[in-house]
Structures are given as structure tokens and as C-alpha cells.
């Protein structure tokens, strides 16, 4: 029997076994499905756990983007190019920046994704009406000052109002908005030989402006450096008390549920840009990936082909809201009536930017979270934070790139 590891809330495991039973049925192969937790962090290490010791189960699995460097530098993933050619898998059908930026190791291909994630910028359409502004801000600067105007605007009726929500806590979060903010300023994490860059004057243009939000046109709320992951971004957006909110496309549906206090008021777009760069979306979302333990290879890239079809991947965003990892299906007309949203998201996906692809990310975006986090809070300034951090980081890679 073939084991296949997954997780999140139960609704998802309901799917996943009525394509479990469909698959058996097509194909004749069993498969059981190993429920994982719907924490991150502890998914990570149920899977690390019986990678390290080599068992064969689970034999297939999902996993987070931000994990694909370790796994593969681990020589835990069965490359997939020979499944792919056997299997007519067709990897065109996917985003080329997101094959080529996450899944490919050392040249290998290593997985595939099943669905995709990338940083929006959710805004009240009401509200730009009301006060004059017939589209959302283009560049970071009209955000702030939008966000300036229509908050001083809505706090003699709401004080509680503010004008951008974003993820701030000392968390991954935290590094995938910051890495939005540098890279449309074409900053980010650079890597030159040897030597990482961080403290570059790009970066610190975008981390000042981070600051900026926060304690100087103070249009983010003061607890954003302490409590904003998504759910406080999303909860704070979905009652009416923000007019911008950074947030990943699964807020979508929750903002238009019947609960909802803006339904049928809010629109999507991309996030904005620094004036001299373009709009940047940090890649998120879970891959599939096979064991190089396991026993039962050939099995698993049959269920692999059958996860990434386009027939499978419309059914997972019509009955639990996913973006697909394919293209194409952002064309399918059935798909877009029920999420038009999806027309917009192509084009973010087609300009995602990946983390770094590195065996020690996890490491190093904890060094990450540590120094722009305390810039956030005053604790540091943004130069001091960019030095420290570049000085801590680097030994990191000198760490894990010695012999």
C-alpha cells in the first residue's frame, strides 16, 4: 500500500481521501493516507524524522516551498525527471519561475507543485471610491499616502481605523514581506561567491520604509511588529478596521464569506513597487515529492501524475479554494466563475520570487526574523539591523559551505 503524508484541517483530508478512492479505482494501487498536523513546523519534523532514519514510509508527501533546499540537499527526494519522461508528466504546464526557482535542485528536477501561494494586496473598493481614488496604489509611496488620507478620514466615525495590515511578528512570515519590500526595490537576499548581501542600500531603503509604517506615517497599528501574522491581518482587515491588508490569496473566501463584515466590498491586486523597481510576490505553497526511501517509486510518481492532472488540480481549487500549480487551469471557465480572483493571481504567480533555495534557510531566515523584527520595534535602526544581520548570516553560510 502505497503512504502518502499530508495535512491541514479536516475538510482537506476529506478531499483527499475521495481522490485517494478515485485513484485506487482508476489505477488499482491502494493508498493510505498519513494525516499530518495542520502546524507547520511540526509537519516538517514528522516528515524529517523517518527521512533520517531511511524507512520507505511515507513513500510520496507534500511540502512546504520553504523546505524543498534542506530535503533535497538531504538526498531525502527521488529526482523526477526520469518519472516525469516515463509518466508523460508535462512540466510546461507549470510556472516556469516556480520549477526553476523551487523545485529544481543542483539541476535535478526534485518536485512539483501542487498548488502555489504568493504575497496580494487586498484593499477596500468601497472605501478608494468614497475618497476619489479610482484604482489601488501603484508604488509603496501612494500606498502609504492613500493609506494617510482615508484613515484620518475613517477615524472620526471608526478610531480603531488604520491604513495597511501586514505580517510583522518575529516569524517566516515576517522574511516573506520583507523580502516583497526589497525585491521591488530590486534589493533582497544576494548571494556573490561566497558572500551573502544584505546590507545593501536597496534593502535598507525598503526596511526604513517598513519602519516609516509603523512609527512614522504610523499607518500599520503599533502591535504589528509583536502580533500580525496572517490571521490577525486577515481578522483586523475582515472587520472593517483597515483599508489595506498584505495577505495570501486563502484570505480570499474568508473575506467574501456570509461572516464577513466587508463582503462584496474588497478587491485584489498585485502588491505595489519602489518607484524604480517592479511589483514582487514572495513564492509560498506545497509541493510533492517523493521519498528516495521509498519502496514503491513507481506507484508513487503514478499518484504524483495524478495529483498534478488538470482534471485533480481544478477539483482542488473548486472544493477547497487552492490555487492550482498548473496554468492552465487559471483558464478554465468553470474555475474562474467561481474565483475570479484566479485571473489576477497568474499574473502574480508568472513574477513570484522564491526564498533562497538552500539547505540552511530555515536557519538562516531565523537570523532573518531576529534583526528585522528589532528593527521594527525601534530596538535597532534599520542600518545597525542590515549590518548585524549580514555579519550573523555570513558565518552561517561559511558554516554550512566549508568542506
Not at 546590507?199 to 535598507?204: Q, V
Amino acid at each position: 500500500m502505497l503512504k502518502f503524508a499530508i495535512g491541514g484541517a479536516p475538510n482537506e483530508f476529506d478531499v483527499w481521501e475521495e481522490l485517494a478512492g478515485e485513484f485506487e479505482r482508476k489505477t488499482g494501487i491502494k493508498v493510505d493516507l498519513l494525516h499530518q498536523s495542520t502546524d507547520t513546523d511540526q509537519r516538517r519534523q514528522s516528515l524529517i524524522i523517518p527521512l533520517e532514519a531511511r524507512r520507505s514510509d511515507p513513500d510520496i508527501f507534500l511540502m512546504d516551498v520553504a523546505w524543498l533546499g534542506q530535503f533535497a540537499a538531504s538526498d531525502w527526494l527521488e529526482p523526477l525527471d526520469r518519472h516525469v519522461r516515463k509518466g508523460n508528466i508535462d512540466v510546461g504546464s507549470f510556472f516556469e519561475k516556480v520549477v526553476n526557482g523551487a523545485d529544481r535542485f543542483e539541476g535535478q528536477l526534485m518536485a512539483l507543485p501542487v498548488y502555489v501561494d504568493g504575497g496580494l494586496l487586498y484593499f477596500r473598493e468601497d472605501l478608494l471610491s468614497r475618497y476619489g481614488y479610482s484604482q489601488p496604489p501603484q508604488t509603496w509611496g501612494e500606498l502609504e499616502e492613500i493609506a494617510g488620507h482615508v484613515q484620518e478620514k475613517q477615524r472620526k466615525t471608526n478610531p480603531d481605523f488604520y491604513g495597511f495590515v501586514w505580517q510583522g511578528a518575529q516569524y517566516e512570515g515576517l522574511i516573506c514581506n520583507f523580502i516583497e519590500y526589497a525585491a521591488s526595490n530590486n534589493g533582497g537576499i544576494r548571494f556573490s561567491e561566497d558572500r551573502i548581501i544584505l546590507d545593501s542600500k536597496e534593502n535598507l531603503e525598503a526596511l526604513e520604509f517598513m519602519v516609516g509604517l509603523i512609527h512614522g506615517s504610523m499607518v500599520s497599528p503599533p502591535n504589528t511588529f509583536t502580533e500580525m501574522k496572517e490571521e490577525e491581518a486577515r481578522s483586523f482587515f475582515q472587520r472593517g478596521k483597515a483599508l489595506f491588508e498584505r495577505n495570501w490569496p486563502y484570505a480570499w473566501s474568508l473575506h467574501q464569506s456570509e461572516e464577513s463584515e466587508i463582503r462584496g466590498r474588497i478587491g485584489a491586486a498585485a502588491l505595489p513597487h519602489f518607484e524604480s523597481g517592479t511589483s514582487v510576490s514572495t513564492l509560498g505553497g506545497w509541493h510533492v515529492g517523493i521519498s528516495v526511501f521509498s519502496d514503491k517509486k513507481d506507484n508513487a510518481a503514478q499518484l504524483m501524475k495524478y495529483i498534478l492532472s488538470y482534471e485533480t488540480q481544478k477539483k482542488l481549487a473548486l472544493r477547497l479554494g487552492w490555487n492550482p500549480g498548473r496554468k492552465d487551469v487559471y483558464q478554465d471557465t468553470e474555475v474562474l466563475a467561481r474565483m475570479p480572483h484566479l485571473a489576477q493571481l497568474r499574473g502574480v504567480f508568472e513574477n513570484a520570487v522564491s526564498r533562497p533555495n538552500l539547505p540552511y534557510y530555515t536557519r538562516l531566515s531565523e537570523v532573518l526574523q531576529k534583526y528585522i523584527n528589532a528593527a521594527l520595534a525601534g530596538k535597532l535602526t534599520p542600518k545597525k539591523a542590515l549590518t548585524e544581520v549580514e555579519r550573523e548570516a555570513q558565518k552561517i553560510v561559511e558554516r554550512y559551505s566549508s568542506p
